[in-house]
């Protein structure tokens, strides 16, 4: 099993920065992949980015590309989402995931293990 908390979520300006955090526990040395997806009222939960846990390799949804960063930091089991120029639109529940396997990383649905969710709220 993988517990994963995350934190960091918040109000901020348009235009403004967030960083998230997600903690991993239990088991995290099984984890291959690790990403972040966001919900917003009334929507489906979205793919934001991935990141592989060994290799680091990174994929972003076309909507964050070039405003948001993920990162890992092997030693603490920690995976980050630096958000940066950011737009009302962003505002949503962010909910950290971990997944054992190698595909379907882009999907909700490749992923067994979730977060309880951090609220971003962006204000224009």
């Known amino acids: 099993q993988v517990q994963l908390v995350e934190s960091g979520g918040g109000l901020v300006q348009a235009g403004g920065s967030l960083r998230l955090s997600c903690a991993a526990s239990?088991?995290?040395?099984?984890?291959?992949?690790m990403g972040w997806f966001r919900q917003a009222p009334g929507k489906e939960r979205e793919f934001v980015a991935f990141?592989?846990?060994?290799?680091?390799?990174?994929y972003y949804a076309g909507s964050v590309k070039g405003r948001f960063t993920i990162s890992r930091d092997n030693a603490k089991n920690t995976v980050y989402l630096q958000m940066n120029s950011l737009k009302p639109e962003d505002t949503a529940v962010y909910y950290c995931?971990?997944?054992?396997?190698?595909?379907?990383?882009?999907?909700?649905?490749?992923?067994?293990?979730w977060g309880q969710g951090t609220q971003v709220t962006v204000s224009s």
């Open positions: 990141i592989t846990w060994s290799a680091g390799t990174t």
């Open positions: 995931a971990a997944s054992r396997l190698s595909n379907g990383l882009g999907y909700s649905g490749g992923y067994e293990y």
């Open positions: 239990g088991r995290p040395f099984s984890i291959y992949a």
